[in-house]
């Protein structure tokens, strides 16, 4: 039996990139809120900053160790399947992914040792000063990491020499066009993941009855910034959507599934679209919606998916919904975090169990958003790896076959299986025993886990010797 080795290269790349993606973006914003709490525990002493600093860090540091291993298997697979892709722009993703390497790994790498083990070994305000740079330090990760992937999806600063990318430009090709969009985008979509699961587990531990302080502390914490993120991530998107109008109008035109060019372009609601018949199906649409909201006029002019050859087009399908479940959690988290944030205020959030239950639903929400986000940009994307300039078909690995490609699909599932299901049942106690018990607060310790995370703080450690002298 013939297997395809790009269609198999494809499905393999999604699968390791949709498992990379989730960790990152909930670490960045996990690691900024633990730099708020160590922040405001050294300024005010407060004993709940501390135990919900000591707490999360536990949960990122975890998080953090599943990232890095599936993103080693990312760099691995640029050279097993894509090698043709990777020698023919070396000159510009090499450096930019060592650059990644050299001032955020690393800078996130030495100071997160201090942030796990240094909290009663240096001053305080070094381990403030940790923390700081470890949330520096991933948002400089993913800085690179976007400016590479913005670079593919609206290249600059290049040309084609033999078939070779040689740099004219270093500054054109880091900040290129869809960079700005892309880094503000991903930025409050890491704020937003970190908020809800912060949020999430604290409105779950007070429909317990557990840790209501710090669950209490937290939810004053999150749900306001969630208030403000969420709406603002809707104009940061609609920003977002005009550079990749100007940049990628095909992408645009599958993603709202316009077949047509036309003027006064409707908006549609639900459709299912039919790339043979090159048509959608059971179209619901709002007149002048589409073009009032993507040119900022009632008769903006839209490009539709015949004004390039079929085999220039995305796969509609997949980007049209794609598109449509990531904007509608989006309109989900604006309502529930305005709606969280008004109770909040009234006094009302901790005698509300409803609203509690479907804040604690909303934890896994954000990651399925932030997966149907890559889906759009990165199969939208298609026909092209480097927009423009080169195929998808010409940057796979020519002496790739299908059975080898298969092979390691099945390698990658299997390993990520049982490395992953490791992480998330050891994450899952960690989550379940909480942060450390305040003051009349009688916690059942039994289910704390005791290596290797009883070294972040030193407090569980230390207690049984304080409790022995």
Known sequence: MELDPLLLSRIQFAF??????????????????????????????????????IFWTRVFALVFGMGVVSGIVM????????????????NFIGPVLSYEVVTAFFLEATFLGVLLFGRNKVPPGVHLFAACMVAIGTFISSFWILAANSWMQTPAGVELVDGTVKITSWGEAIFNASLP???????????????????????????RNRHRSTAMTAL???????????????????????????????????????????????????AIPDSSAEENHLEVAIPYLGS??????????????????????????????????????????????????????????????????VISWMIPLPFMAVLAGWFVTEVGRQPWIIHGLMRT?????????????????????????????????????????????????????????????????????????????
Do not use: C
């Open 75 to 90: 760099s691995f697979q640029f050279g097993t399947n894509w090698s043709t892709f990777s020698y023919q722009a070396a």
């Open 292 to 357: 009032l909201i993507l040119t900022h006029s009632l008769d903006g002019e839209v490009l539709g998916l015949k004004s390039v050859p079929a085999e220039d087009r995305p796969p509609v399908g997949i980007v049209f919904w794609s598109f449509r479940v990531m904007v509608g959690l989006g309109m989900i988290f604006i309502g529930v975090s305005l709606l969280g944030a008004m109770q909040l205020l009234r006094g009302r959030l901790e005698h509300s169990p409803r609203l509690l239950r």
């Open 393 to 469: 078909s010409e940057g796979i690995t020519p002496s790739l076959s299908g059975w080898m490609v298969l092979a390691t699909l099945i390698g990658y599932i299997t390993v990520y299986t049982i490395v992953f299901a490791a992480g998330l049942t050891y994450l899952r106690r960690v989550i379940l025993a909480g942060p450390e018990p305040g003051p009349g607060e009688h916690e059942n310790r039994s289910a704390h886990a005791k290596r290797p995370w009883s070294a972040v703080g030193g407090t569980s450690d230390e207690r049984p010797a304080q409790e022995r002298s």
């Open 181 to 207: 969009y892309r880094f503000a985008h991903m930025g409050l979509a890491s704020f937003i993941t970190g908020g809800f699961v912060v949020a999430g587990v604290s409105a779950w531990y007070l429909l």
């Open 220 to 270: 004053k914490m999150s749900l306001p910034m969630l208030a403000v993120i969420t709406p603002l991530q809707l104009l940061v998107g609609d920003l977002h959507g005009l550079n990749t109008l100007e940049n990628q109008p095909v992408k645009v035109a599958a993603m709202e599934g316009h077949w047509e060019t036309q003027q006064g372009a409707p908006l549609i609601l639900f």
């Open 16 to 53: 390791v990139v949709s498992f990379h993606a989730i960790f990152p973006v909930f670490t960045i914003g996990l690691a900024t809120y633990i730099a708020v709490l160590e922040s405001l525990h050294y300024r005010t002493g407060h004993p709940d900053y501390l135990r919900l600093s």
